[in-house]
């Protein structure tokens, strides 16, 4: 049986904050195939206090479903997208022994997929897309539950859009809390008395009960939301990776895993690139305090991170992250100098169009901005519409730089430690920073360059400061 981690592990804190109830999520690589579910079930029965478990769709599912969504996508090439979809779930299936309840839930999902897809065929909706790319966590749900009951536990799968309310936005929805916290309390709380609930993450619904999802990655999210709403002490997620490195370990082979983590930390981490956590997570735990254990569903034995509130110390260089496929967006206009209010128009045109601005750094007649493409919506369409830089042009003139990522030099006190910026610029001589930004939080330093040299950048940045 796997080991249980730890919340009192590498910590001073109280056995009276051993947590009562536990939310876990599972990525799509843990609930890939059967094998991998049966991994995952076993870490859920193993701790009874795991009541909740939030699921993505099976790995690659998702990708399949958004290329069904594409306008280019031929009737051929949707026809082959949904029977490889529907391999994966019958692989599944059969491995589970096929039981006829289980079958009749995969034939209606898969059905109900095939009809999403030809009806986008006659309508570009984004309600039909975020029901279509709903469809593959809806799968694993199932499945995951099946597999818990097979191995002797009370489970079953319950529809989060009962329970995860959104607002109306599309392939971003934004979550509704309080709607959430009441809806929790009348219909999963009555649910966990004796039994393992199921449930999908990455998806909600409206006030009108259409289906919304929250953005690629949001799986992650629902869990945390899920917690909050239940007043859980601790949420799991269970990803491919043990717990959170001080870099990615395919860039730097001598990154290490980090035991304990404060929120502010992770919230850095996830915000500029740690893939294994979704930047929303941090919002609902840090608001009620909310432990975060992120570990390895393939190997629980090896430990993960903890990410707390108060963490037993705040070194100077915590991690070093990596954020690919950066835009940049540079404004120019003499309206700027000696002027006002020029900000503030720029601003509301982003906020109309529901961008949001990363790094900023101005002069007295430019503003350059970095834009994160990779917080697209779960549709795939881009952030900078024709839309939007056609009424940015009417009050400058606009350049858009691409293919950029975005370095980030996380720890504590970054900028009133002295010496800092010397270690990180005396590697950077060899290369062309685009944008630096330091000052507006103490536990960031973050520079842009050219994608093709991230890789060195990281590498070059996490030797000299972790390894030297």
Not at 25 to 35: C, H, I, L, N, P
Not at 247 to 256: F, K, S, Y
Request: proline share 3%.
């Amino acid at each position: 049986m796997p080991v249980i981690p730890n919340s009192t592990a590498s910590s001073t804190e109280a056995l009276a904050d051993i947590p009562l109830l536990r939310v876990a999520k599972f990525g799509g690589t843990s609930v890939a195939d059967y094998e991998a579910m049966q991994r995952c079930a076993d870490i859920i029965i193993s701790n009874p206090q795991t009541r909740v478990v939030v699921v993505s769709a099976s790995s690659g599912v998702t990708n399949k479903l958004v290329a069904l969504t594409q306008e280019e996508t031929s009737s051929e090439q949707s026809k082959a997208l949904i029977k490889s979809i529907a391999s994966i779930q019958y692989q599944i299936l059969d491995r589970l022994g096929n039981p006829s309840d289980v079958a009749a839930q995969i034939d209606k999902v898969l059905s109900h997929i095939a009809t999403l897809s030809e009806r986008l065929k006659l309508t570009r909706s984004k309600a039909v897309m975020d029901e279509l790319l709903s469809q593959g966590e809806m799968c694993s749900s199932v499945f995951f539950a099946a597999v818990l009951r097979d191995k002797g536990a009370c489970s079953a799968a319950f529809d989060v859009r009962q329970v995860l309310r959104t607002d109306s936005h599309h392939g971003r929805a934004e979550p509704q809390i309080e709607l959430i916290a009441e809806l929790t309390a009348a219909h999963l709380q009555p649910l966990l008395t004796d039994q393992v609930i199921v449930t999908q993450g990455f998806v909600g619904a409206d006030s009108e009960g259409n289906t919304t999802t929250l953005g690629r990655g949001g799986s992650d999210y629902s869990a945390a939301l899920l917690a909050e709403a239940l007043q859980a002490n601790a949420v799991e997620i269970w990803t491919d990776v043990a717990g959170i490195y001080t870099t990615d370990p395919r860039l730097a082979p001598n990154a290490t895993p980090i035991a304990e983590i404060s929120f502010n930390e992770a919230a850095e981490m996830a915000t500029f690139g740690a893939k294994v956590l979704h930047p929303a997570t941090i919002l609902p735990a840090v608001r009620q305090k909310i432990q975060v254990f992120v570990g390895s569903s393939w190997a629980p034995e090896q430990g993960g991170t903890w990410i707390r509130h108060k963490v037993s110390s705040e070194p100077v260089y915590r991690a070093v992250a990596l954020r690919r496929d950066q835009t940049l967006l540079n404004l120019h206009s003499l309206q700027m100098l000696h002027a006002q209010g020029f900000l503030a128009e720029t601003f509301a045109t982003l906020a109309k169009h529901k961008i949001s601005v990363d790094l900023i750094t101005t002069s007295e007649v430019n503003v350059a901005l970095t834009l994160d493409k990779t917080g697209s919506d779960s549709s795939g369409q881009g952030l900078l519409s024709e839309a939007l830089l056609q009424e940015l042009s009417q009050h400058c003139r606009v350049r858009v730089e691409e293919n950029l990522a975005l370095v980030a030099v996380i720890g504590n006190n970054i900028a009133s430690t002295a010496g800092v910026c010397r270690r990180v610029f005396e590697v950077l001589e060899a290369y062309n920073v685009r944008m630096i930004c330091q000052g507006a939080s103490p536990h960031n330093l973050c520079i842009l360059v050219d994608e093709s040299e991230a890789g060195n950048v990281i590498r070059a940045l996490h030797e000299n400061l972790f390894e030297a």
